[in-house]
């Protein structure tokens, strides 16, 4: 076995081999760094690495498996944790020169959980700025590059991430996904990411309030098995977090197993209110819709009308930023990135009867979704309007590419997923296809609120009639 098929390897491959220390988890950390430490310059996915914590932690993981002890569920699995998360004694920095030099004491839970489980920490994955936009550029790391073409941006805010599964410098990552930040960047990357119904997997500790109300955790694999074995380790209840739900008590990697024998899908490509969609996407969603099908599974368009809710998404995204960062606005503000200073402003500018109007569109959303599942078991859609691109970074803000005639803003590039972080649906975006000059395409896979279970299912289903893993981005 090559050097290159061991950083490629499933995780629950390489969980099996550390089990019978076919392979060591050493074994395996020491060929991943390795990578790393050839690749990640080109692209910029780790933002802080953590080698001799990981290299301790895999030494400790195989004298387990020697002393027969009980392993955990992801033992001896080399693991990114996304750099808005907390890691004990390790620089998380939120992508801002605010924290650059920040040293936590703690564990987030959720970190805890992986450790637990016995993750082997890689290192941190690089954000945009407080994960305000779904491109990964700060002012402490710079930007963090496609695998696939690095002219242009590996998506975000979990982009990091999404890069260093794409690249095989990392099996597992952890993200996050307050507006489309799982899923934007692995459309972007070619991964598969998995956003989990809102309040699934526990946030604790947080300081701020901006998405607290929307922002889920989940994991960025190349395996739809992957993300079921990492969701196992994450999942439940912590009395921390008051939106944390109780543990659902199902395998998800045993539910892989099955398919769902009566499932109707429907699809939309508008969500009734997108205007923007390239050719390319749009050929690649409806042929991957097609492959249905072969299950002899309901397939049609769903004539889905949700009014625009952007104007909604923004009230609540810019109070949040206006509030948590309101005296680095008034005394650091050249440390932060232009941007992130527009949000705060419109928070800062924001009325209550704002609020209130967002609060309805928001309900608004959530009664159309939930009159749709009444009628379906899943919702396909694009996952972004077009795949990667090169941002145009600015002092006057981040420009966007043009579909047609239309330039695409900032809510246009996340207007397929931000709607099911308002919902706090369960959502996946998959790997559909790929566009002429060789960029990754995704399909968003969106369940009923706490069916993860469908999500999933339907994700494996869709892996095992057309998988994706044998394409690789080449790094010469």
């Known amino acids: ?78 693991t990114s944790i996304k750099d808005l998360m907390l890691l004990k004694g390790i620089r998380t920095t939120y992508g801002s020169l605010l924290h650059e030099n920040f040293i936590p004491e703690d564990d987030e839970i959720v970190v805890k959980r992986l450790k637990k489980a016995g993750c082997v920490i890689l290192g941190k994955t690089n954000t945009p700025e407080f994960g305000h936009v779904a491109l990964t550029n700060n002012k402490i790391f710079g930007e963090t590059k496609n695998p696939w073409d690095r002219e242009t941006n590996s998506g975000g805010s979990s982009g990091g991430a999404a890069a260093s599964v794409a690249a095989g410098i990392g099996p597992l990552a952890l993200g996050s996904d307050g507006g489309g930040s799982i899923r934007v960047p692995s459309s972007c990357c070619g991964v598969y990411g998995l956003k989990p119904t809102f309040g699934r997997i526990p946030r604790y500790p947080h300081d701020t309030i901006t998405f607290w109300s929307m922002d889920h955790y989940g994991p960025i694999v190349r395996y739809v098995k992957d993300a079921a074995l990492m969701l196992n380790v994450m999942k439940g209840y912590h009395p921390a977090d008051k939106n944390s739900l109780t543990d659902d008590n199902i395998d998800y990697v045993k539910i892989l197993e099955e398919k769902p024998k009566k499932t109707k899908i429907g699809y939309s490509m508008t969500l009734g209110f997108g205007k923007a969609l390239e050719d390319e996407v749009k050929e690649s969603i409806l042929d991957g819709i097609q492959k249905f099908e072969q299950y002899d599974w309901d397939v049609e368009e769903a004539k889905l009308k949700i009014k625009n809710p952007g104007s909604a998404f923004k009230t609540f995204a810019s109070i949040g930023y206006a509030y948590d960062l309101q005296k680095a606005y008034n005394n650091r503000f050249e440390d932060l990135c232009p941007d992130l200073i527009s949000i705060i402003k419109l928070g800062l500018d924001t009325s209550s009867m704002n609020i209130g109007k967002a609060r309805e569109q928001r309900k608004r959303v959530y009664e159309v979704m939930y009159q749709y599942f009444r009628n379906y078991d899943v919702l396909i859609t694009p996952t972004t309007p077009c795949p990667a691109f090169k941002p145009g970074w600015s002092e006057s803000g981040t420009t966007f590419p043009t579909i047609g005639k239309k330039t695409l803003s900032t809510m246009d590039w996340i207007m397929y997923t931000f709607p099911f972080n308002m919902t706090g649906l369960p959502a996946a975006s998959i790997p559909s296809g790929w566009t002429n000059s060789g960029l990754p395409i995704g399909m968003q896979i969106v369940g009923k609120r706490y069916d993860e279970r469908t999500v999933l299912q339907v994700s494996k289903a869709f892996e095992d009639i057309a998988p994706w893993q044998d394409k690789k981005p080449q790094f010469n």
Request: some cysteine; overall charge negative; aromatic content about 6%.
């Open 1 to 78: 076995m090559n050097k290159e098929e061991i950083c490629f390897m499933p995780a629950y491959e390489m969980l099996e081999k550390i089990k019978t220390q076919e392979l060591t988890s050493t074994e395996i950390t020491e060929t991943i760094i390795e990578r790393i430490e050839r690749i990640n310059p080109i692209i910029n996915a780790y933002c802080t690495p953590t080698f001799e914590l990981a290299r301790e932690t895999a030494k400790k993981a195989d004298e387990i498996v020697k002393k027969g002890e009980k392993l955990g569920l992801l033992h001896g699995i080399p």
